[in-house]
């Protein structure tokens, strides 16, 4: 099959968040099973800056290859696109993203047709990307060129759907008449989001527990009734993560490699971490590591208030992020107050984050909600014993065999599940179990690529998909 996947970031251009590991992994698990796969994305800064090759193609085509054969083109804008930031900078969000993705998502078409690849299925991925369904049933309906290809769109996460004022509607090219409750409009604002839900044949989530909570009021963030009418093409399917990327045997950003056969060296990985966070070196306690967006919902709402008392509890903790200031703030007086317990970093930093999964007995992930995440995944690889709250994708991948999972979210939970952790830790052998019970887990890839073509080919043989089309 011909397969499109058009998203806003992909690693090793750029990245955020697990957006960027996911469309960066499962392009190249697809092409492991013998599908032909393209990539779009835009030219950022990003991507001019990573260390692969750009070539160029004619006219002002510009293309890199992952895997084998995975070309991976990139759509120029130097006033777009050519920033520093990818959605915004130090004074917010930038403010011209509707236009800069509208154009994205109309000349990734185009593209296709200029280098003539008319793909089975078009597969995207959050807001940036959810225009395409809707020009591909509207602008491009009767276009021969898309006669027979089917859309996908992924929800990473329904908190982000890409809301604009009314009056910027005009800069999707779109007619007047799609500004409306039934398709692009939300409580007054142009929802990208919505439209992508709303034209795509098919709409996917990255679990399957998270796939059933965006119907619900409390995680629909508004769009759960739309949701809800599409039903019947929603489907959760759980992320996995790159194991050629993430693994304590073969990973060369750690100190010490090591395996579920031999655990030593995940010991001195331990003593790395501490040395370089200036911790003292502490064998008999157990180091909790955070890499996470400093937000809300990544559970700081529950772990701010308590971020002192866990610092009294005899464990250690290294925190990797950058987020809301109020917690930028509150984390670096609590560093101030215990400097040989926490150990703060205010940044995006991938070689730490490589240092905190494979230095850290417990990884703590305790979102109050999480669509799938891959923190706990990265974690359970590198025997860091996730801590979490049982919610979407943490919910469908960790358990007490391998983790700690507390199931209401509330600060005197959080505090309790953190204390039994400290606990079990001081059991050396049931602690070396957890860590080999959390090592075993699979999480690659493979899995779940068979899946997503499992849907691509169920969806490509439906003949007249517009017959059955909601929207
Ligand atoms: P989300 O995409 O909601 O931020 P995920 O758990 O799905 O959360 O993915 C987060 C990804 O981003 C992981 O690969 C994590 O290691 C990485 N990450 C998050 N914050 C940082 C940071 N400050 N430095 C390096 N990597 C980070």
């Given at each position: 099959m011909k397969i499109v996947m058009c998203a806003s970031e992909v690693v090793p251009f750029a990245k955020t968040g697990g957006l960027a590991d996911v469309?960066?992994?499962?392009?190249?698990?697809?092409?492991?099973?013998?599908?032909?796969?393209?990539?779009?994305?835009?030219?950022?800064k990003a991507a001019r800056n990573a260390k692969i090759e750009?070539?160029?193609?004619?006219g002002k085509i510009f293309y890199a290859v992952i895997g084998r054969n995975i070309k991976v083109y990139f759509i120029e804008n130097d006033l777009y696109f050519n920033r520093d930031g990818l959605y915004g900078d130090k004074f917010g969000d930038y403010k011209d993203s509707l236009a800069r993705f509208s154009y994205y998502c109309k000349k990734s078409l185009e593209l296709l047709k200029h280098i003539n690849f008319s793909p089975d299925i078009i597969h995207c991925h959050d807001w940036q990307s959810a225009l395409i369904p809707v020009y591909l049933k509207t602008v491009y309906s009767k276009d021969s060129f898309y006669k027979n290809t089917r859309s996908i769109l992924t929800i990473h996460n329904l908190g982000y759907q890409g809301l604009f004022s009314a009056e910027e509607f005009p800069l999707t090219g779109l007619d007047k008449s799609l500004f409306h409750m039934d398709k692009l409009e939300f409580h007054g604002k142009v929802n990208l989001l919505k439209g992508g839900i709303v034209f795509s044949d098919y709409i996917t989530t990255v679990s399957p527990t998270y796939s059933k909570e965006i119907q619900s009021k409390e995680l629909g963030f508004g769009l759960e009734g739309v949701l809800a009418k599409r039903a019947g093409s929603l489907l959760g399917i759980l992320n996995g993560i790159d194991y050629s990327i993430w693994g304590p045997k073969t990973d060369k950003i750690i100190a010490h490699n090591y395996s579920v056969l031999d655990l030593q060296g995940k010991q001195k990985n331990k003593e790395a971490l501490q040395e370089i966070c200036g911790l003292p070196k502490r064998t008999d306690i157990p180091l909790f590591g955070m890499v996470t967006r400093l937000v809300d919902h990544k559970g700081l709402d529950i772990l701010a208030p308590e971020l002192e008392a866990i610092c009294k509890l005899g464990l250690q903790l290294v925190v990797l992020g950058k987020g809301d200031l109020k917690f930028h703030n509150l984390f670096e007086s609590a560093a101030k107050k215990y400097p040989k317990t926490?150990?703060?970093h205010l940044k995006f930093?991938?070689?730490?984050?490589h240092k905190i999964y494979a230095g850290s007995d417990i990884f703590l992930m305790p979102s109050k909600y999480e669509p799938c995440g891959l923190g706990q995944l990265i974690s359970l690889r590198y025997g860091s014993v996730p801590l979490v709250f049982k919610t979407g994708g943490l919910a469908d991948t960790v358990t007490n065999e391998h983790g700690f999972v507390f199931e209401r979210y509330k600060k005197e939970d959080l505090i309790k599940t953190v204390k039994e952790a400290v606990k079990v830790f001081a059991d050396k052998d049931a602690w070396r179990q957890l860590v080999i019970n959390a090592m075993e887990c699979d999480f690659s890839w493979e899995k779940s690529a068979k899946e997503y073509i499992r849907l691509y080919k169920k969806i490509a043989s439906i003949d007249n998909f517009s017959a059955i089309f909601s929207g």
């Amino acid at each position: 099959m011909k397969i499109v996947m058009c998203a806003s970031e992909v690693v090793p251009f750029a990245k955020t968040g697990g957006l960027a590991d996911v469309v960066g992994a499962l392009p190249i698990a697809l092409e492991e099973n013998a599908e032909e796969v393209i990539v779009i994305m835009p030219y950022y800064k990003a991507a001019r800056n990573a260390k692969i090759e750009i070539q160029k193609l004619k006219g002002k085509i510009f293309y890199a290859v992952i895997g084998r054969n995975i070309k991976v083109y990139f759509i120029e804008n130097d006033l777009y696109f050519n920033r520093d930031g990818l959605y915004g900078d130090k004074f917010g969000d930038y403010k011209d993203s509707l236009a800069r993705f509208s154009y994205y998502c109309k000349k990734s078409l185009e593209l296709l047709k200029h280098i003539n690849f008319s793909p089975d299925i078009i597969h995207c991925h959050d807001w940036q990307s959810a225009l395409i369904p809707v020009y591909l049933k509207t602008v491009y309906s009767k276009d021969s060129f898309y006669k027979n290809t089917r859309s996908i769109l992924t929800i990473h996460n329904l908190g982000y759907q890409g809301l604009f004022s009314a009056e910027e509607f005009p800069l999707t090219g779109l007619d007047k008449s799609l500004f409306h409750m039934d398709k692009l409009e939300f409580h007054g604002k142009v929802n990208l989001l919505k439209g992508g839900i709303v034209f795509s044949d098919y709409i996917t989530t990255v679990s399957p527990t998270y796939s059933k909570e965006i119907q619900s009021k409390e995680l629909g963030f508004g769009l759960e009734g739309v949701l809800a009418k599409r039903a019947g093409s929603l489907l959760g399917i759980l992320n996995g993560i790159d194991y050629s990327i993430w693994g304590p045997k073969t990973d060369k950003i750690i100190a010490h490699n090591y395996s579920v056969l031999d655990l030593q060296g995940k010991q001195k990985n331990k003593e790395a971490l501490q040395e370089i966070c200036g911790l003292p070196k502490r064998t008999d306690i157990p180091l909790f590591g955070m890499v996470t967006r400093l937000v809300d919902h990544k559970g700081l709402d529950i772990l701010a208030p308590e971020l002192e008392a866990i610092c009294k509890l005899g464990l250690q903790l290294v925190v990797l992020g950058k987020g809301d200031l109020k917690f930028h703030n509150l984390f670096e007086s609590a560093a101030k107050k215990y400097p040989k317990t926490l150990s703060l970093h205010l940044k995006f930093d991938e070689i730490l984050a490589h240092k905190i999964y494979a230095g850290s007995d417990i990884f703590l992930m305790p979102s109050k909600y999480e669509p799938c995440g891959l923190g706990q995944l990265i974690s359970l690889r590198y025997g860091s014993v996730p801590l979490v709250f049982k919610t979407g994708g943490l919910a469908d991948t960790v358990t007490n065999e391998h983790g700690f999972v507390f199931e209401r979210y509330k600060k005197e939970d959080l505090i309790k599940t953190v204390k039994e952790a400290v606990k079990v830790f001081a059991d050396k052998d049931a602690w070396r179990q957890l860590v080999i019970n959390a090592m075993e887990c699979d999480f690659s890839w493979e899995k779940s690529a068979k899946e997503y073509i499992r849907l691509y080919k169920k969806i490509a043989s439906i003949d007249n998909f517009s017959a059955i089309f909601s929207g």
